[in-house]
């Protein structure tokens, strides 16, 4: 449009200067009169069209202003023509004014136009321009009020934060303020545990109803600081937030954990970074909705983190030494009461209570070593519900080699420091004894700590702790803790009046039973002991039925030949000594070795009704160690003794014989059949009669040989025991008893007296 305006303003100027000849007296047609044409196009297409825009108000002006010149063209016309025809006709004025005078006002009326309609616009671009800078002055001024309304948000907050001296309330005013200016719904701080290993949840806040199960998940939460500790450990190694919006898939097997227990897909992952370092996380989350935030939303929420990081450390450490101080202050009242006590059972109520309302620790015993340092017994212990009495009292009669034993208690002796298994034995139970094994299967012992106490280098005891429903979380502060108490208990115990009286009280005992017994004990049972040590003599028993168990080592002799004495002596002294071990742990009496023969047996001299299990499950413990014997010296290089068992059930007559050297000793035909078992046997396997075999079928497998023709006896019906059956046994080994089978001991033996 403006192009065409122009070009009708050249077109016009042409015109006028072809009207040139005709000024200068040459005949032509004035062609500058009609230069209306152009003028009367360029009005037109002003009036119509609008050349240039008229938004602004100074342009309107302008326009009006311009309209209102075109509308007196044709006013002064009128006039000019009335002027005209005083001395010209109407026709030649009417034709004057319009071929002359009006191109002549039209083009006034132009550059009155385009000077006017210039300015206008300028000032109204100068307008426009004022009122944009006043938007962008109202929309700066609106940012900065807005910004200074959050920033005195932020700082009420923080100096609300400040004033707090509780975790929970300062994590509830940050999640009000982020829910309150975001919407989010779940506010969540973690922070660093006390061995620097995993960061674990401290408090969460959230604003629609959770699960019972999802607030057990988010408050027992620990995360390794490690690379399976996903998303949160990827922030806390880099500090530096992280916006998850809404994950459709989790990469991390922990962040998988995270979201379908908390059901959750939407988090923001805050680290508290002071003096450079992460101290914890502050994760944000609108569970299963999208978290609609901003980046420049999350680098506020970022910065407010920031400044309250200092405050949640602060607060932390200061529950933390309050936490320490009260556990000084209660560990030190119990000190003082425990060393007031002179009762064992009151000082353990003490230690109990004092264990269980500050490390959640719900059982306890306490083993205390016996005058002689040689063996540890239990003499207290708190143990789950379901441990019958008869069970209690097994236990109670354990024997706990200070030195030289296995299992887990002689380890926490040997190296002299806790043992500590927070959950689930696992591969630890290489280490437990078979008495570790059942005492553990019985307590249903899920977690525990051995502690041993030693004063002076002299071991006093072992305090033992577990938890059978739940694991054991113990820093180890917390053991220092209870080591410490250890240590004091075992002072009360070593130092206290009671201890001493029963120290004085053992050693009388102690001095008078090795005068009058140290020999008898050694070669005879103790009723027989006690009833020669009385009478002077001892009258011969017939007894009904008993076991009697003969071993002999298969080509002893040939391999005797190649030994020194002392080792041949060492070889059979070692095995010996065990014998001895397992049979009096079976309440088997042994009666004689001859050479390499070792004789025992059981129902002797106290009855009872289980003394063929007893004997069997001797043998198999028996067959066990030589087993491993074997093993051990094959691996050597060096020749080996391979055993031979054999056990028959039956009457015989026990008494003691001799004046000078005393005997116990038994006779009978049941003696001599117990040898054939022996003899007729097969070197590893346990022989025994069938006679035996009645008695044991119902709880071990035995395998039928038939009758075996036995040396004076004939033939004679032998069985081959295999091992306990399934039911009965703990292990796939068939040789631990497992409690089914303790019950049904219990019920065959009908007393509590006998049980091995």
């Known amino acids: ?221 620990r995360i390794p600081l490690n690379e399976s500790g996903g998303v949160a450990y990827l922030v806390w190694k880099r500090k530096k937030s992280m916006l998850l919006p809404q994950v459709k898939r989790f990469e991390f097997e922990i962040d998988r954990r995270i979201g379908e227990k908390a059901k959750a897909n939407s988090f923001l992952h805050v680290p508290l970074v002071l003096n450079n370092e992460t101290i914890g996380i502050i994760l944000f989350s609108n569970f299963m909705d999208r978290l609609n935030i901003s980046k420049s939303e999350a680098r506020s929420i970022e910065q407010l983190c920031a400044q309250v990081a200092g405050v949640i450390q602060r607060v932390h450490l200061l529950r933390e030494t309050e936490k320490q101080r009260r556990d000084i202050l209660a560990l030190n009242d119990l000190i003082k009461d425990l060393n007031e006590k002179m009762d064992i059972h009151l000082i353990m109520n003490k230690v109990h209570k004092y264990v269980k309302e500050n490390f959640n620790i719900m059982y306890y015993s306490l083993l205390v070593s016996d005058g002689e340092k040689k063996y540890l017994r239990f003499v207290d212990m708190e143990v789950p519900d379901n441990v019958t009495e008869f069970q209690k009292k097994r236990i109670y009669e354990m024997k706990i080699p200070v030195k030289g034993g296995q299992g887990a208690h002689e380890l926490a ?124 003599a001892t009258e011969p028993v017939l007894y009904e039925n008993v076991s009697v168990m003969f071993t002999d080592f298969k080509g002893f002799t040939q391999i005797a030949e190649v030994l020194s004495p002392q080792e041949l002596i060492r070889d059979l002294d070692a095995c010996f000594v065990q014998f001895d071990k397992i049979t009096e742990r079976y309440k088997l009496e042994k009666l004689k070795t001859i050479g390499d023969s070792y004789m025992c047996a059981g129902g002797i001299p106290k009855q009872n009704q289980t003394h063929a299990i007893d004997s069997v499950l001797a043998a198999l413990e028996i067959q066990a160690f030589m087993n491993l014997m074997k093993q051990i010296k094959a691996d050597q290089g060096l020749p080996f003794w391979e055993l031979r068992l054999g056990i028959h059930s039956g009457p015989l007559v026990a008494g003691v014989i001799g004046e000078k050297k005393f005997a116990y000793d038994v ?61 009965f046994s703990l292990s796939e080994d068939q040789r631990t008893p497992n409690a089914h089978f303790w019950k049904y001991y219990e019920a065959l033996a009908g007393t509590t007296e006998n049980v091995a």
């Open 1 to 221: 449009m403006a192009n065409f305006i122009v070009a009708s303003l050249l077109f016009g100027d042409l015109l006028i200067i072809l009207n040139l000849p005709a000024t200068m007296g040459i005949p032509i047609f004035t062609f500058g009169e009609l230069q209306f044409i152009p003028a009367l196009m360029i009005a037109l297409f002003i009036i119509k069209l609008g050349a240039i825009p008229t938004s602004g108000q100074a342009t309107l002006i302008g326009n009006r202003v311009s309209l209102m010149i075109l509308f007196f063209i044709p006013i002064s016309m009128s006039f000019y023509v009335l002027n005209l025809v005083h001395d010209f006709p109407l026709s030649v004025a009417i034709y004057h004014a319009f071929f002359v005078a009006s191109p002549i006002a039209l083009a006034f009326y132009l550059v009155s136009f385009v000077f006017l309609r210039s300015t206008a616009v300028r000032l109204d671009i100068t307008i426009a321009a004022l009122a944009e800078e006043k938007i962008k002055t109202d929309d700066a001024l609106l940012k900065s009020e807005n910004a200074k309304k959050e920033t005195e948000a932020i700082n009420h907050l923080t100096n609300l934060i400040n004033s707090e001296s509780e975790l929970p309330k300062i994590i509830n005013a940050i999640a009000n303020y982020v829910n309150q200016k975001y919407g989010i719904l779940a506010t969540w701080l973690l922070l660093l545990d006390e061995k620097n290993e995993e960061i674990k949840s401290v408090h969460a806040e959230a604003f629609i109803e959770t699960s019972e199960e999802q607030r057990n998940f988010v408050n027992d939460l």
């Open 413 to 536: 002796l040997r190296r002299k420091k806790p043992i500590y298994i927070p959950d689930r034995i696992g591969s630890f139970e290489r280490w437990l004894s078979e008495d570790d094994k059942w005492v553990q299967e019985i307590c249903n012992i899920r977690s525990f700590i051995f502690i041993p106490m030693i004063l002076n280098d002299e071991v006093v005891g072992i305090l033992d702790l577990s938890n059978s429903e739940t694991k054991l979380d113990l820093s180890v502060e917390d053991i220092s803790k209870l080591s410490i108490l250890a240590e004091q208990l075992a002072g009360i115990i070593y130092g206290s009046t009671l201890f001493k009286e029963l120290e004085v009280s053992k050693n009388i005992a102690e001095e008078e039973r090795r005068k009058n017994e140290k020999l008898l004990l050694n070669i005879l049972p103790h009723d027989i002991a006690q009833e020669l040590k009385e009478k002077g």
């Open 667 to 727: 006779w009978g035909d049941t003696v001599n059949t117990a040898s054939r078992m022996e003899s007729s046997g097969t070197p590893g396997k346990i022989n025994v009669s069938g006679t035996t075999y009645d008695m044991i079928k119902e709880v071990f497998d035995c395998e039928f040989r038939g009758k075996v023709n036995a040396k004076n006896k004939g033939e004679v019906e032998m069985f081959y025991v295999i091992g306990l059956k399934k039911e």
